[in-house]
């Protein structure tokens, strides 16, 4: 594989001490032993894979799923559970430049469709995701930040977006919503979860529809062959029609080959603490159970959990290894206690981090991989894939079966970033720039 971190980026170093992974058990997932043939083979078991495998078996179409490690090993098993708006980092304004008004307003309105799509599938998959949180609430770093929220309440108003709250720095305490913030939206899109349920329980749901989902099973090479394509395993060749590239973050820039340079993985850290007393809680003026985020560039996300244990994560992180990785959690242990001082006593004993995955373009991927016959890919969520993998998911599945459904936007291929191998190497002016916008 062809990675652009070092190996102990990809390994259990980074998830170790994740918080979900105490919450419920792993099933036994299968194994892939021996030479196989599919209609369909689907390279990663995350939010975006499981997605397609299950909408695929649900339309007849046999699905394999293969996972180099556990279906959930990668960021959808160790992100903040924020099902919410989101997927693309590039702003309004210049999304209309970019695609026009028309693709524009309908990738918005399709971000809000991925949450609704999110929620319908648990809704019909009867999965219990520890759901909470009545939409999102965005808290404003600057007073200049509760101007713009002003300004987007009456848009969204003028839009039939729905009815946004705003809540002004004077009554944020009143909320439950207390911290140096000055005032807040709250959009009525949007919930928090437990995202390894939500994976295995919709991973339950596409094997008992006759997907199958491997684990330990790495692709090491993907070839054209004559009916479709050959997917080389340490334990067994797959000879699939057609294949799903759903690795995210977690990609190698040689399968396909077309994929180098066309990502970036970026690291996110979360924290959780242990359950909150009510005096605690009252200390900190923090009670709301809404899930929210800051208006930093380099933002900080958090939320109440129901079971009164509190998580924060925050962007950030250029190296991966055991030190880097323990000064990231110390960076955001020591941001998480500037944020709520009262809590600077309140032990953390679950920390851990993953990688989102960051296009050119900055909006998602989902289609056909150019000049690759039957081969298609999903990714580059820009750390929102709870919901826009999951949907991106069965836009594939669509897409195999020759129906469409994708935005324009998202239609879009990924454009390559420059230096190549060495790509990361634009991460540190970029966090530079979004730190000093912050201030």
Not at 98 to 112: I, N, P, Q, S, V
Not at 168 to 197: C, I, M, S, W
Not at 287 to 314: C, V
Request: hydrophobic share 45%; with cysteine; aromatic share 10%.
């Amino acid at each position: 594989m062809k990675r652009i971190f070092g190996t102990y980026a990809y390994g259990a170093g980074p998830r170790d001490g994740c918080w979900w992974d105490q919450t419920i058990a792993a099933p036994a997932w299968d194994r892939l032993d021996g030479d196989t043939d599919v209609d369909v083979a689907i390279i990663g078991g995350g939010f975006t894979g499981v997605s397609a495998a299950l909408h695929l078996a649900e339309a007849g179409v046999g699905a394999l799923v293969l996972e180099a490690e556990s279906p959930g090993f990668g960021a959808s098993g160790r992100n903040g559970g924020f099902c919410c708006l989101g997927g693309a980092m590039l702003k309004e304004p210049a999304m209309t430049r970019t695609y026009g008004a028309a693709a524009a307003a309908e990738y918005w309105r399709a971000e809000a469709g991925a949450v609704h799509f999110a929620e319908a599938l648990i809704d019909r998959l009867q999965i219990d995701v520890d759901r909470h949180s009545k939409g999102e609430t965005q808290l404003a770093h600057r007073p200049k930040d509760m101007e713009k929220f002003r300004r987007r309440a009456e848009q969204m108003v003028r839009d039939g977006e729905g009815e946004p709250i705003l809540t002004e720095a004077k009554d944020l305490a009143a909320q439950g919503l207390a911290g140096p913030f000055h005032g807040a939206l709250t959009t009525p899109v949007g919930f928090g979860l437990n995202p390894r349920k939500y994976l295995f329980g919709m991973a339950a749901a596409a094997r008992t529809a006759g997907a199958r989902i491997c684990a330990s099973s790495p692709v090491t090479a993907l070839s054209r062959a004559k009916d479709g394509f050959d997917l080389t395993t340490p334990v067994g060749r797959v000879r699939a029609r057609q294949v799903i590239i759903a690795t995210n973050g977690y990609s190698s820039d040689d399968l396909p080959d077309w994929l180098s340079a066309r990502y970036v993985p970026a690291h996110s850290n979360v924290l959780v603490t242990r359950p909150l007393s009510d005096a605690e809680l009252a200390a900190a003026g923090w009670t709301s159970a809404q899930a929210s985020y800051d208006t930093r560039g380099l933002l900080h996300y958090f939320r109440l959990m129901p079971d009164r244990r509190f998580l924060f994560g925050m962007r950030g992180g250029l190296h991966s290894s055991p030190v880097a990785e323990a000064r990231a959690r110390a960076r955001n242990r020591r941001d998480f206690e500037a944020m709520f001082p009262a809590w600077a006593h309140v032990e953390s004993p679950f920390a851990w981090s993953g990688m989102v995955c960051l296009a050119r373009n900055r909006v998602p991927f989902v289609g056909p991989v150019p000049d690759h016959p039957g081969l298609f890919a999903g990714m580059a969520y820009h750390g929102n894939g709870v919901a826009m993998g999951s949907w991106s998911g069965s836009l594939l599945a669509r897409l195999i079966q020759g129906e469409n459904g994708v935005p324009t936007v998202m239609r879009t291929p990924l454009a390559r970033f420059p230096l190549g191998p060495l790509r990361r190497m634009l991460m540190p002016p970029f966090y530079i720039a979004r730190a000093l916008a912050d201030l």
